[in-house]
């Protein structure tokens, strides 16, 4: 009996890198995350699940409520509802923004919609407190939002063999040499990016801020494919 290659691929949880609270794994794919807000009076937070079809949502958030307001869930409950239910990336996020009542002011959002079948990457974000950076050939470009209003649509791009992606929520002063921090992180000496250096990066993102923080990093392993 012949059994056929399955078209979506489950994510095979592992031990996380240390200073990591979770690692999943694909065939040519790993992510991990990790916050270290110990208070719910600073909800930093970050997105690591799957979706039905294969697809699977990350990212990293800081929001606030209104002061008038008493939101009955939390923004994350709010966005994964929303994709779980067919939403696209960018209405689930500005939906769940104005449906959970956040100060607009200070909440920050950056999420990432990932085939892991094809390593492609949609980027959708709102505010000033998080950021993301596209770690290619040892070199690190962060990822300025013309989304930042949340209104545009997702950007897109594909993560080649040994590129890296990471999304850092910093709710306190984002350190003006983050990218230095990121850089020495890697092997000057290396074109590419080994996966122990990719995902030392969601612990080493937190050197970069002042407070509480997350970060997720994915990495594409494997070869090119056509």
Known sequence: MKTLTPIFHDPEYERPQHGCEIQARWPDLVATAR?????????????????????????????KARGDMQPDHSLREAILGRMIAGYGLSESIRGSIEECGCDSRVTSVRYALVDPSTARVALCGYGGHTSAFHIVNGITRPLDPPWQSGHAAPRHLTLAPGDALLLAAHPGSWNKFALCTVDRALDAGRDRLSEHEALQLCVRAQDAVVGDSASVVLYRSGTDCT
Do not use: D, I, M, R
């Not at 719910?40 to 929001?63: K, M, R």
């Open 35 to 63: 916050s270290s807000s110990l208070t719910s009076e600073v909800p930093v937070f970050y997105e690591f699940a799957s979706l039905p079809g294969g697809y699977f949502l990350s990212g990293v958030c800081y929001w």
